[in-house]
């Protein structure tokens, strides 16, 4: 006899001794279905029993290996072992540990006590009939599984029988014959038990069509090969070409189908009962153990699937198990979410689609005054001229003619305040006194002429020096571009107006998420209103006092959200003042709160206390920040909820002020870096692309810069720099 295992469960309680409890395992460890009931009715016995208890378990294997003749070493063993003290009860797990008890127990404990439990009633019956000793069967219905398969699969023509070639599963392929021969007529039955597990794999992978498995245990094979039962069962579950059936309830949840089963969590607590009765001190013969049934029907809902069975067909009250929710029941919330989100995107893109028509005619008109510009700028006369260190003319063109009446021949060797006239040369002392002094000067300023005329001019004076910097005089290219400057300030004001327009096309985007920033105090103002008015009429002054503070709070909210939107959608002429960046961050996140909520964004900022003033205008640097921020939302819409987040940075990097708006979106591809904030460049599908054009253009108006570096885990880093005030 070999794998003798002993288990040794002491519980102290004081000083009292603990009683003994010889428990004997037919089996060895994790061999179901009987190392489930032993597991718990050790678990119930200890729970239930009151005093201290000492569980002591045998594990004779006898299920796994049969040698008769090495019996008496076992015997003499449990005697040497438990003879002082004596065990308070002796509990036999299994049949082959209750037949054991059956011929030894003379020998053994003549007068302890003996409960027989986790047997079948098949192999009980065979058991002799002494005192102190209690049978809890267990009613092993072999005819219920051919029933149960039959009414689940009518069309089945063969069942297959998977069995071991251990005493204990040849004794239980006698027992099935039996059973399954009054449903010969109608089903043809398959015993595997003289083939390997091997070839009982390659078998249920080659079933004709209309069979069913039916897998009782494997505990040895033909070949000699030991298995733990439910190990075996997942590797039959997964080779078959048919549907697994099983009768014990601890195989159900390995992919076989299920149906009417027993139960080794109840066999276990039936036997702790009856365990419990018998140190109590109650005679075996009062003690009457009723037939442990099958338990209710109950199905895999994996299996029911896999294998196409109707679940209709399953008989009434029938529990179905693991069965995994509906993309509805998991989703619904989220499909009906995104179905008005659906909704409000086609409102969006409808008006987008009108603000892109009026863009295109914006663009027409801006495109026609670009030309009349350029049709100007080739018509207008430059003046070109040298002039050495004493500024006296060496050479000018004929452009002089038309702007100071002179002829090019007559000024020749003439000074610059002679030829220009002396208002004239004020405007540009200063600047000819610094080229004369090596250093190039480009300048452009509006200026008087002698006869009352006023020109704006944009002049580039480059020094003429040799080598080692000895300056003999310099090159003057004056253009006149009072034109110009006329048409750049109606270029001004027409990007002006398209800033304010992507303003207001940005403020339809979030109408929703503004509506409901402005709905809640204004809701909040209705209640304590309406709360008032009742303390009013019941002259409760206290609680009026109350809610009157409550109410300015909310209106000054309310007052707060719209004040920023009458400053957003407010058109004015751009207007240069000094500015905390911080403060603007501040403004523009709480503005995007609602729709930051909404979108499931968590919005973190980490302002540099220490952050110096700017000078710029403050809307148009609000917009550039709502642009970026909006941009963030949408490139993290495929991100799981959780993994949505903005961290706007703000800080001093080579003596700029520096605001960084880091997403986790899917960042920005390689290709698109340098071409991104180009117009019309867009990597959205319903984008115009000129969100990014119009913040680079903002910033360059500010003498600041933009671009955008993806991050080293996920997503997109946009940084923008601005001049220290």
């Not at 702790?272 to 099958?294: D, F, H, K, M």
């Not at 995007?592 to 968590?602: D, E, I, K, T």
């Amino acid at each position: 006899m070999t794998g003798l295992l002993l288990g040794l469960c002491a519980t102290a309680h004081g000083a009292e001794a603990p009683r003994t409890v010889l428990l004997l395992d037919s089996y060895g460890r994790n061999v179901a279905p009987i190392s489930r009931v032993i597991s718990v009715f050790r678990t119930e016995l200890t729970a239930r029993c009151p005093e201290p208890l000492d569980i002591q378990i045998v594990s004779l294997e006898l299920a796994r290996f049969s040698q008769p003749e090495k019996a008496h070493l076992v015997v003499d063993f449990l005697r040497e072992r438990f003879a002082e003290p004596q065990p308070a009860l002796v509990v036999s797990a299994g049949g082959a540990a209750a037949g054991f008890m059956d011929e030894h127990r003379d020998l053994l404990f003549p007068g302890t006590p003996t409960l027989v439990a986790g047997v079948a009633h098949q192999i009980a019956g065979n058991l002799a009939r002494r005192d102190q000793t209690v049978v809890a069967p267990m009613n092993v219905d072999l005819p219920s599984v051919i029933d149960g398969i039959l009414r689940l699969l009518p069309r089945t023509r063969q069942v297959a029988v998977i069995l071991g070639a251990s005493p204990l599963e040849r004794f239980w392929g006698d027992e099935c014959r039996k059973a399954f021969a009054p449903f010969s007529p109608r089903v043809a039955f398959e015993y595997l038990d003289r083939l390997s597990f091997q070839e009982i794999q390659q078998r249920v992978a080659v079933l004709p069509p209309d069979t069913a498995i039916f897998f009782g245990l494997m505990i040895a094979d033909s070949a000699g090969m030991l298995f733990e039962p439910a190990d075996a069962l997942k590797i039959v579950v997964e080779k078959a070409d048919a549907p697994v059936f099983v009768l014990f309830e601890s195989f159900f949840g390995s992919g076989a189908v299920g149906g009417r089963l027993l139960s080794e969590h109840a066999a276990g607590v039936q036997a702790a009962e009856v365990a419990v009765r018998l140190l109590q001190g109650t005679p075996a013969a009062r003690i009457v153990v009723p037939l442990q049934e099958l338990s209710a029907p109950m199905y895999d809902w994996r299996a029911l699937r896999r294998w196409k069975i109707d679940e209709n067909r399953l008989p009434p009250g029938a529990a179905i198990r693991f069965r995994q929710p509906s993309a509805w029941e998991l989703y619904g919330g989220r499909i009906v979410a995104a179905l008005i989100l659906l909704l409000l995107q086609s409102l969006l893109i409808a008006r987008l689609w009108v603000q892109r028509n009026r863009l295109r005619q914006t663009k027409g008109h801006l495109a026609r005054s670009e030309q009349r510009l350029r049709q100007i700028a080739n018509a207008l006369p430059a003046l070109i001229a040298q002039v050495d260190r004493q500024q006296r003319y060496r050479f000018l063109n004929d452009a002089y003619r038309e702007w100071f009446g002179i002829a090019p021949e007559a000024a020749i060797g003439r000074t610059i305040r002679e030829v220009v006239g002396e208002r004239f040369y004020r405007s540009i002392g200063d600047e000819v006194a610094r080229v004369l002094t090596g250093e190039a000067v480009r300048f452009a300023k509006e200026v008087e002429l002698d006869d009352g005329r006023g020109l704006y001019i944009d002049a580039i004076y480059v020094p003429d020096m040799d080598a080692l910097g000895h300056v003999f005089g310099f090159y003057a290219l004056v253009m006149d571009v009072t034109e110009r400057e006329h048409a750049r300030q109606e270029s001004l004001r027409l990007h002006d107006a398209l800033l304010h327009a992507g303003r207001i096309s940005t403020m339809g985007e979030l109408a929703g998420a503004l509506a409901h920033e402005i709905n809640q105090p204004l809701s909040a103002i209705m209640s304590n209103a309406q709360a008032a008015r009742r303390f009013l009429e019941a002259a409760d002054l206290d609680q009026v006092k109350e809610i009157l503070p409550d109410i300015v709070s909310e209106a000054a909210r309310a007052d707060e959200v719209i004040q920023r939107l009458r400053a957003l959608l407010k058109k004015s002429a751009t207007t240069v003042e000094p500015l905390d960046l911080n403060a603007l961050v501040g403004e523009v996140v709480a503005l995007l709160n609602s729709n930051a909520v909404g979108r499931n964004v968590r919005v973190v900022t980490d302002p540099d206390p220490n952050l110096p003033l700017v000078r710029g205008d403050r809307i148009q640097l609000q917009q550039v920040i709502m642009n970026l921020m909006l941009n963030a939302f949408e490139a993290m819409d495929a991100q799981p909820r959780g993994a949505r987040m903005i961290a706007i940075r703000t800080g001093v990097r080579a003596s700029a002020v520096t605001v960084a708006v880091a997403d986790t979106g899917c960042g920005v591809p390689a290709h698109d870096i340098e071409t991104i904030f180009n117009p019309y460049h867009t990597t959205k599908p319903n984008g115009m692309g000129l969100g990014l054009s119009i913040c680079r253009s903002i910033l360059q108006r500010h003498q600041g810069r933009l671009w955008v570096e993806n991050n080293s885990d996920r997503g997109a880093t946009f940084y923008f720099t601005l001049p220290q005030a």
